[in-house]
T-cell receptor, first 115, second 113 residues
Framework: DTGVSQNPRHKITKRGQNVTFRCDPI?????LYWYRQTLGQGPEFLTY????????KSRLLSDRFSAERPKGSFSTLEIQRTEQGDSAMYLC?????????????FGPGTRLTVT | EDQVTQSPEALRLQEGESSSLNCSYT??????LFWYRQDPGKGPEFLFT???AGEEKEKERLKATLTKKESFLHITAPKPEDSATYLC??????????????FGKGTKLSVIP
C-alpha cells in the first residue's frame, strides 16, 4: 500500500496528558498537511510543511500543539496537556508541490478521545 | 475569508434515483475546487479537481461541474454503495497559506435499495 499512513488509529487519553501522532506521506510527495475534523464538520486546516519547513499554521493551532517534519519525510503532531475539546479525528494529507495538480490525498486519520 | 457551503446537509435517494449535490463557494481567487468522498470513520477519498468555470469531470456514476460561484456533483442512477458523506473544498490562489483546503460541512448521502 503506497497511500498515506497514520499511527495510531485510535488514542484514548486522560485530560492533561501529552499525545503524539505520526503521519507517513506518499513517498514522492513533498507537501504534508494536518487537519482536524469533529463530528458533523468538514476537516479544518491546522498546518502544512513543504519538505521540512513548516510554512503555515492556522490560528486553531494553539501553543499546546506542535508539529515537526524532520528530514522532510514523516511528520509528528504533538498535543500537550490535552483538553476534552481536543477530542477529534486528526487527519494527515500529502501532495506534490509541482505543476498543475494540487490534490491532497488523505490518510485514515487518528481518532483522539480525551476523557 | 474563504467560505464553502454545501446543500442539502442530508439526502436520501432510492436506488436508481438521480440527483445533485450543491457546493457554493466564496474565495478571493480560485486555484481549484475539490470533491472528496468520506465513509464513516475513514479519511476523505479524493474524487475530482475542477480548475475553471465550465469544466466537467466524470467518474462512474458521478459527474462534477463548476461555475464561478458553485459546483454540482451529479449522481446518476445511484447504488447503495454510493452512500457516504461528500465533501467539497476550495484552494485559494496566493500567499503562504494558499495550499490549505477550506472544506464545507458535507452532504450525507443515503441510497436505499
Amino acid at each position: 500500500d503506497t497511500g498515506v499512513s497514520q499511527n495510531p488509529r485510535h488514542k484514548i487519553t486522560k485530560r492533561g496528558q501529552n499525545v503524539t501522532f505520526r503521519c507517513d506521506p506518499i513517498s514522492e510527495h513533498n507537501r504534508l498537511y494536518w487537519y482536524r475534523q469533529t463530528l458533523g464538520q468538514g476537516p479544518e486546516f491546522l498546518t502544512y510543511f513543504q519538505n521540512e519547513a513548516q510554512l503555515e499554521k492556522s490560528r486553531l493551532l494553539s501553543d499546546r500543539f506542535s508539529a515537526e517534519r524532520p528530514k522532510g519525510s514523516f511528520s509528528t503532531l504533538e498535543i500537550q496537556r490535552t483538553e476534552q475539546g481536543d477530542s477529534a479525528m486528526y487527519l494527515c494529507a500529502s501532495s506534490l508541490a509541482s505543476g498543475l495538480y494540487y490534490e491532497q490525498y488523505f490518510g485514515p486519520g487518528t481518532r483522539l478521545t480525551v476523557t | 475569508e474563504d467560505q464553502v457551503t454545501q446543500s442539502p446537509e442530508a439526502l436520501r435517494l432510492q436506488e436508481g434515483e438521480s440527483s445533485s449535490l450543491n457546493c457554493s463557494y466564496t474565495v478571493s481567487g480560485l486555484r481549484g475546487l475539490f470533491w472528496y468522498r468520506q465513509d464513516p470513520g475513514k479519511g476523505p477519498e479524493f474524487l475530482f479537481t475542477l480548475y475553471s468555470a465550465g469544466e466537467e469531470k466524470e467518474k462512474e456514476r458521478l459527474k462534477a461541474t463548476l461555475t464561478k460561484k458553485e459546483s454540482f456533483l451529479h449522481i446518476t442512477a445511484p447504488k447503495p454503495e454510493d452512500s457516504a458523506t461528500y465533501l467539497c473544498a476550495v484552494q485559494a490562489i496566493g500567499g503562504a497559506g494558499s495550499y490549505q483546503l477550506t472544506f464545507g460541512k458535507g452532504t450525507k448521502l443515503s441510497v436505499i435499495p
